[in-house]
């Protein structure tokens, strides 16, 4: 059996070599390394994929971030919502830029923030909300749309995970994660679904105006050359990331598919475990497995992973800390309410399995054949 691996990032690149080599090759012959033909190219695919208006690329999922609430034109103070259950980038963009994280605890079973979770986190100084579609599964969007209207908020997605994922609305319309709400982050880091081979990210929407605003700030806060409207950031996406991107684009809901597939063979092996709680999949989402992620009880968590470790079988935690534990954000009273129960809890009883688009069956056998084994 192959070694199996959290991301198999090498098995993946020789699937497609021959396209991402002459992808690159193209790139390193025309010798247009910034703002190339091949980003615009990507550019445009993203936006045809995502079924959005514009797509701006940046340098990295954290910068999406940023650049998209520095868009808002928010002041110091101004509060933002975020799931105290995320990866740190989320909170980490708010607080630099010198607004007031507020977080919240998320829903058990989905891991997500949710709109009751938001409405009662809301003061008349709340300005933003940024939903997380963690692990590849989209936030239940309908309400948390209908909380912004009502309340007048901002919502930037954090889709860092869960690119290519479908919500459905209730009336039937379809829509992919990070094009529901004001703007749509995403990373390319190399172990996302869609991952390049070094940094990346993208911001799209669908408004003209924040395209144009989103695009300013990411490039020095220029429109033309030399003349600065707004203080901004340089973050850009180089053309040789872009160039493999838009190859490894035309195979996303391909890596999606492969992702589900492991996900089920998981789910089918593990049920019935007593105590193991396989990701529960929300019915008006798909789910594109970022993680699989399951729950365990917080006193066998630990020694699970020192188990599996010793047969080879690597696993990780996302996310061990609540992000008000963290020493960067102790001090800025940031949670929404005292306790964080859910929060809590998850940090002690998550264990995330070894999940790509390139699992072999007789890896995921072996994996379940020895979870079965610990939990007897
Ligand atoms: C990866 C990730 C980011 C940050 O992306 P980078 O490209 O590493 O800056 C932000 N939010 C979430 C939820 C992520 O998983």
Known sequence: MKPIQMVD???????????????????????????????KLFQEKMEAYLNVKHVIPCA???????????????????????????????????????????????DPDTFNITDKHIEAAITPKTKAIVPVHLFGQSCDMEPIIALAKKYNLFIIEDNAQAIGADYTFSDGSVVKTG??????????????????????????CNEEQMGADLRMIANHGQKRRYYHDTV???????????????VKLRHLDEFSKARQEAAAYYDKALSGIAGLKVPVRQHNSTHVFHQYTLQVPADKRNELQEYLKNKGIPSMIYYPLPLYEQDAFKDCSSRATVELPVTEMLCKSVISLPMHSEMEEE???????????FFK
């Open 9 to 39: 990032l090498q098995a993946q690149y020789h699937h497609y070599k021959n396209d991402i080599d002459a992808a690159i090759q193209e790139v390193l012959e025309t010798s247009t390394y910034i703002n190339g033909p091949a980003v």
């Open 60 to 106: 990295n999922g954290t910068d999406a971030l940023q650049i998209a609430l520095m868009a808002l034109g928010l002041k110091p103070g101004d509060e933002v919502i975020v799931p105290a259950f995320t990866y740190v980038a989320t909170a980490e963009v708010a607080a630099l830029l010198g607004l007031k994280v507020v977080m919240t605890d998320v």
């Open 179 to 204: 094009a529901m709400g004001n703007v749509g982050c995403t990373s390319f880091y190399p172990s996302k679904n869609l991952g390049a081979y070094g940094d990346g990210g993208a911001m799209y």
């Open 232 to 246: 901004g950031v340089n973050s850009r996406l180089d053309s040789v990331q872009a160039a493999l991107l838009e």
């Open 363 to 373: 890896q995921l056998t072996y994996i379940c054949e020895s979870i079965r084994s």
